[in-house]
């Protein structure tokens, strides 16, 4: 009897708190388009991939030059010179590839440095209108298979961000 009191009392205790339970949603990608910050931090990565890539397009043209014209004397050349310039050759190469992993790694480096204040920035703001709204979980509609009810909090959050995006 006591067994079944308990159990009784636990079920209903735990109604009480899931009814206290507030869930509120945002879209991310929405609050993500309309910070200035993120437009600026886009420009300023599409850029540094516009100086990369031009980098590297003027590093391949130099390799094809070379290698055009090893082709082009490569019946006059002796064998030693034949070798030493296969030699250049492939360290032009070489060069090229590992000039583009290490941009690869730059861009994606370059990125998260960008990101990082904006994502916080974020962050914070989706703490301040939940804790307004006194919100115990927020999640990213972008993440959910399905969802039906909770909060829309995302107009709110473009706001408060919009604020904390303008101080900075």
Known sequence: MKKLILALL???SFGTLSAQTKVGHINSQELLDTMPSRKIAIVKLQEFEVAGINELKE??????QA???YERERPTMSPVIIKIEEEKLMKKQKALQEREQSL???IQVYSQELNAPILDMVQKAV???????????????SMLMYFDGGIDITDTVITELLKMDKVQ
Not at 59 to 64: G, L, P, V
Not at 133 to 138: E, P, S, T
């Open 127 to 141: 703490k301040v209108v939940a804790d307004r709204m006194k919100i115990n979980y927020v999640l990213d509609e």
């Open 59 to 64: 590093m391949e043209i130099d390799f094809n």
């Open 104 to 106: 690869q790694q730059e």
């Open 10 to 12: 636990v079920v209903l």
């Open 67 to 69: 290698y055009a014209k």
